[in-house]
């Protein structure tokens, strides 16, 4: 039986980051290897989750940073492991697991190497030292891959056109890591109960935004946007932590909207949330492709949000919302304003992201890989042959 080996960060849980390479890799009748940091999991936390989706967990010590020192003892771990259990196949994903992945592959020799890049550091409008530094690494990786993965447009293109992959390799457009968009269904009594909890009054409409608070994030602009609006009515609710946040409290402070701007720290209670809201607003100046945009959409909110990479492949053409460049605050506040004057727009609109969502949904992006592994793999015709009877059965 054939094994694959997937490569990511840090993890102490399984997600949809990995389930659904887990269900196309079992459809193919190959077993599936997972390799992290999983220092932070207790191991019958670990032992649990390798019988619930007959996998196998590996933790080696990788850093999110790719000059960390622990690295390089990550890399000697991957390759004795790969060793030890003939390893097959590779699908190595994020800037570091994919530096480590590719190396790995290269000193075992692997069949095949796939890299799935969840958002290149050089994009459209990015900064030149980007272009300087992980440009020319991701060119002298491609030499290590068979095949590329790419979720978003703008990627799958540059890397038609700027990375030559070994022996000719494919790239592919796969659409995320999949969302069970069935989880974002809540009732109406569920809209209800949070929205008496955040104290928000009938007439009140709620924004919500989710992420960390750092500078790409940009919510310098979003809360901009609420205060140009100079619509009482909003309600912007900010989940999330991070450096930004004594910066962020301080412009609430000098804009003058402290009663309109909420920072909710961290929350378990996402679901929930996105039911009580009633715009998503994005105003991000770099993504791949936004999971919290997908949740948003899934919940049936419209979105108004910055016109990047990502985004644009989430909410172009969907009638589901706005896009407005990344800094642009008075576009923003103007759709704003227009939204929450017209209760029936925003309906119109969320009914549109919740049709636009499922080209994203877990299935298709199963469905997607498992053609990517079958094309990629060592999968004979015999086999195929057999799957497709099994299947109709």
Known sequence: MSKILFISNISNRITSFVTASISAAHSLD???????????AEKSQIEIYEKMYNIKIKS??????????????????????????????????????????RLA???????????????????????????????????????????????????????????????????????????DTAQYNLSEKSRE?????????????????????????????????????????????????????????????SLGVAEQIHFLGFRSDIKELLTAADVFLFTTKQEGLPRSMMEAMASGLPCVASKIRGNTDLLDGTDGGYLCEATDVS????????????????ETMGRNNLIAVQKFNTETVREELRKVYETEFDVSAVEKEMRNIYAEV
């Open 30 to 40: 190959i077993d599936f290897y997972h390799a992290a940091n999983w220092q932070d």
């Open 60 to 101: 080696v010590p990788i850093s999110r940073n790719p000059l960390a020192k622990t690295n390089l003892t990550a890399y000697k771990e991957l390759v004795e492991f790969i060793k030890k259990e003939n390893i097959d196949y590779i699908h190595c994903n994020t800037p570091t697991g994919g530096i480590l992945g």
């Open 105 to 179: 592959g290269k000193k075992c020799k692997v069949k095949r190497v796939i890299y799935q890049a969840h958002g290149f550091h050089f994009y459209k409008g990015a900064p030149k030292k980007n272009w300087l530094v992980y440009y020319p690494v991701e060119k002298w990786l491609a030499r290590y891959t068979d095949a590329l993965i790419t979720i978003n447009s703008e990627d799958f293109e540059l890397a038609k056109a700027k990375l030559k992959l070994r022996k000719n390799g494919k790239v592919y457009y796969v659409h995320g890591v999949g969302i």
């Open 193 to 253: 109960e949070k929205r008496l909890e955040l104290g928000l009054g009938e007439n009140d409409v709620a924004l919500i935004s989710m992420g960390d608070l750092i500078e790409r994030k940009n919510y310098d602009s979003a809360i901009r946007a609420v205060a140009e609006a100079n619509t009482p009515a909003l309600q912007y609710f900010i989940c999330g932590k991070g450096p930004e946040e004594e910066n962020l409290k301080a412009l609430v402070q």
């Open 331 to 346: 576009g923003y506040a103007e759709r704003l304003r227009l939204l929450a004057s017209d209760k029936a727009l925003r």
